[in-house]
């Protein structure tokens, strides 16, 4: 791992980490949670990609991002959907990776902004090779989604926080063929650190 993505994951980290101090303090205080809500935020990523015939690969590292929307159930839980990205150029060719989810939120303590997440969906892996290309050099697959994550909600305004997050991603998908070679059962992972906003 670079000293950049070290950094990074670090900052994540501490990140989470200060989302214990917030709860502690905040811990006394109501948090009110009705209505509907929509939620987006950016970060960094890292992205594994596997096949049942590769050898195992380091993870490539990139910009990610979501956006989500929903309603609340109840004071301990929201029901919503998320769509994540992540893309990169790695060596000449433009990777793709996007998951579209129907996600729970869950708060185990209606006083604190603490939340679990959870949910399940489609997931899709794309390569395009940069450049002048025929149509083999253009490899996509989509199939099954799974993902998990926790994070927790700092009130900035009377419908506005700041949410860190940390999200993990697995897509089991089909088989493909770029620039010509097949690729047979492919799946991938992306571990996501991403700070966010949410309007409600």
């Given at each position: 791992?670079?000293?950049?993505?070290?950094?990074?994951?670090?900052?994540?980290?501490?990140?989470?980490?200060?989302?214990?101090?917030?709860?502690?303090?905040?811990?006394?205080?109501?948090?009110?949670?009705?209505?509907?809500?929509?939620?987006?935020?950016?970060?960094?990523?890292?992205?594994?990609?596997?096949?049942?015939?590769?050898?195992?690969?380091?993870?490539?590292?990139?910009?990610?991002?979501?956006?989500?929307?929903?309603?609340?159930?109840?004071?301990?839980?929201?029901?919503?959907?998320?769509?994540a990205g992540w893309r990169k150029n790695v060596q000449g060719t433009t990777v793709?990776?996007?998951?579209?989810?129907?996600?729970?939120?869950?708060?185990?303590?209606?006083?604190?902004?603490?939340?679990?997440?959870?949910?399940?969906?489609?997931?899709?892996?794309?390569?395009?090779?940069?450049?002048?290309?025929?149509?083999?050099?253009?490899?996509?697959?989509?199939?099954?989604?799974?993902?998990?994550?926790?994070?927790?909600?700092?009130?900035?305004?009377?419908?506005?926080?700041?949410?860190?997050?940390?999200?993990?991603?697995?897509?089991?998908?089909?088989?493909?063929?770029?620039?010509?070679?097949?690729?047979?059962?492919?799946?991938?992972?992306?571990?996501?650190?991403?700070?966010?906003?949410?309007?409600?």
């Amino acid at each position: 791992m670079r000293k950049a993505d070290r950094m990074v994951v670090s900052t994540g980290l501490l990140s989470l980490s200060l989302a214990g101090i917030v709860i502690a303090q905040d811990s006394t205080e109501a948090v009110v949670r009705r209505g509907v809500w929509f939620g987006v935020g950016v970060g960094y990523g890292w992205l594994t990609r596997t096949c049942d015939i590769c050898a195992n690969s380091p993870g490539e590292a990139g910009m990610t991002g979501y956006v989500k929307v929903g309603a609340t159930a109840d004071a301990q839980l929201q029901v919503g959907v998320e769509l994540a990205g992540w893309r990169k150029n790695v060596q000449g060719t433009t990777v793709t990776s996007a998951s579209g989810l129907i996600v729970l939120y869950i708060y185990p303590v209606k006083t604190t902004p603490f939340f679990f997440k959870g949910g399940l969906g489609g997931s899709l892996y794309r390569e395009d090779v940069s450049g002048t290309k025929p149509p083999s050099d253009t490899a996509q697959t989509t199939g099954f989604a799974l993902t998990a994550g926790m994070g927790y909600e700092r009130q900035i305004g009377a419908h506005l926080d700041v949410t860190p997050v940390a999200n993990f991603l697995f897509g089991s998908l089909g088989n493909i063929r770029p620039g010509g070679s097949f690729t047979p059962g492919v799946q991938q992972t992306l571990v996501q650190l991403a700070l966010g906003i949410k309007l409600h």
